[in-house]
């Protein structure tokens, strides 16, 4: 009788594991930004879909001593885009006679997310 509900506590548990996702990268489009416009001093746009580097999932944090002397150590990592470069990207429906400088926009280019380590000191000025 005790087998069955224990089986079941450990499907959940096992479900829950399988759902959550490590630190992954993919290119998605931003809501809100899709068409991304851009227009000019003379009112003249150019318009394109864009596709950003993403990084999604989640990154081990621990935290240790917070009740002893010396104080706590703390661990706090954040799925990061690991940048290679900056991509410019052509947005292709423009007005005629739009500005050369409407016509593109500059993005952070990336292949790969990794877990990297938040700074613990910032200063807020």
Do not use: W
Not at 11 to 20: W, Y
Not at 92 to 101: I, K, L, N, Y
């Amino acid at each position: 009788m005790l087998l069955l509900p224990v089986f079941t506590l450990l499907q959940i548990f096992l479900i829950s594991v399988e759902s959550g996702k490590e630190c992954e990268f993919a290119m998605r489009l931003v809501p809100g930004f899709n068409p991304l416009v851009q227009k000019d001093a003379a009112g003249k746009e150019c318009r394109g879909n864009v596709e950003l580097p993403f990084c999604k999932g989640y990154c081990k944090t621990s935290e240790s001593g917070t009740h002893g002397f010396p104080p706590r150590v703390q661990i706090s990592k954040v799925c990061t885009l690991v940048q290679t470069s900056i991509r410019k990207v052509i947005l292709d429906d423009c007005d005629e006679g739009a500005a050369e400088s409407i016509k593109f926009v500059n993005v952070p280019h990336g292949s790969e997310c990794e877990c990297s380590a938040v700074p613990l000191e910032q200063n807020h000025s």
